[in-house]
């Protein structure tokens, strides 16, 4: 049984932050406090990064003495906008009206919020009263990717419902400058704030289509990403080893995949990857014996977003359906777990 995706709408934070101005920001805060930082300047230039959204502006940034509570309202009043904004333009896509939703799943990882957005904007929204909520935490940038699976598993086992995905992320308010780590300094540089929402179901029919998919942990690789949680907040864990580790496991792990799915690498007509870095996507590539520059889609979408973390392979799924692309792809997104996540999807002309 098909899985329909009938919409698909991206939305992003308010205020820009151009890549210059976060470099020369960064450069007069935690230059003076970390005396290595002159020597990662140069990761501004690098990251392929033009420019990136966040839900605070970059005066907020300024004072390092916001501690968990603030940090958590601005990240949640961000997200419960970019929440709203993202399923009112899927929904629109679609074709649907709120009350026609039956499941909404909604996935991230960088805040707490109890209750979880669905409820939060369950009456802005006109969700109907016995919508079934399906909040997902804790998987990172693979949440874009195992959202996906998630909500094609749910639409896939009740044939007819109709099922929202909501993937959204602030990832901004969680820069830290106190604890003055190479961690805390890359943070700075990669990430971004944005939202995602996809409309599912096995009815009717639609231009893209998708399976449920897979996931691939490792063991021993709790430290390679996620959160380290202290009174300040939430302080991110991302090992510089992470290229690395995609050019040496990531074909494996998407060979196990496609085993587990029945399929091999040859029913596929590409790829269509969370973009995590520069470096990331230049080591996917290796990996996964695609020619140099091929995943350029993905690069576009880092260049003018950033690392929004989970949304951000929904972006990049967003962009594929805007071009001449047809074929069938493996969606793949790798993050805390340490886990790689695959979905097939299938885009018609």
């Not at 993202?86 to 919020?113: K, M, P, Q, Y």
């Not at 969680?174 to 890359?186: G, P, V």
């Not at 870095?277 to 880092?302: C, M, S």
Request: with cysteine; hydrophobic share 45%; proline share 5%.
């Amino acid at each position: 049984m098909t899985v329909n995706l009938h919409g698909l709408a991206t939305a992003l934070a308010p205020h820009d932050l151009p890549q210059t101005m976060v470099q020369a920001r960064a450069e007069a805060i935690l230059g003076p406090k970390y005396p290595q930082f002159a020597r990662l300047l140069s990761t501004f230039v690098q990251a392929g990064i033009e420019r990136r959204r966040s839900v605070a502006p970059l005066e907020w940034f300024d004072d390092a003495a916001h501690g968990w509570a603030e940090r958590n309202r601005i990240w949640h009043d961000g997200c419960a906008a970019m929440f709203t904004d993202a399923a009112t333009g899927a929904l629109s896509d679609a074709g649907w009206a709120a009350r026609d939703v039956d499941v909404i799943v909604t996935v991230t990882s960088t805040g707490v919020a109890t209750p979880t957005f669905d409820a939060v904007v369950w009456k802005t929204m006109g969700f109907r009263q016995d919508v079934m909520r399906v909040p997902v935490f804790g998987l990172g940038c693979a949440g874009g990717a195992s959202g996906l699976s998630i909500a094609a598993q749910l639409a896939h086992g009740r044939p007819g419902c109709r099922v929202l995905l909501v993937v959204v992320e602030a990832c901004t308010p969680s820069f830290r400058t106190d604890r003055l780590e190479k961690s805390d300094i890359i943070a700075t540089v990669l990430f971004g704030d944005g939202a995602a929402a996809a409309c599912l179901s096995t009815e009717g029919m639609a231009r893209i289509t998708l399976e449920p998919g897979v996931q691939h942990i490792w063991p021993d690789t709790l430290e390679i990403m996620g959160w380290d949680v202290d009174d300040v907040g939430l302080g991110v864990v991302f090992d510089r080893s992470i290229p690395a580790f995609a050019r040496t496991h990531m074909a494996d792990a998407r060979d196990a995949a496609l085993a587990a799915l029945n399929m091999t690498k040859d029913d596929f007509d590409g790829m269509i990857c969370h973009p995590g870095g520069a470096k990331v996507i230049t080591a996917l590539e290796a990996a996964l014996d695609l020619p140099d520059g091929t995943l350029d889609l993905e690069r576009d979408v880092l260049r003018d977003h950033g690392n929004m973390s989970a949304p951000t392979v929904l972006f990049v799924l967003d962009a594929a359906r805007h071009t001449t692309r047809t074929g069938h792809f493996l969606l793949t997104a790798l993050g805390p777990g340490f886990t790689a996540s695959f979905v097939p999807v299938r885009i018609a002309a």
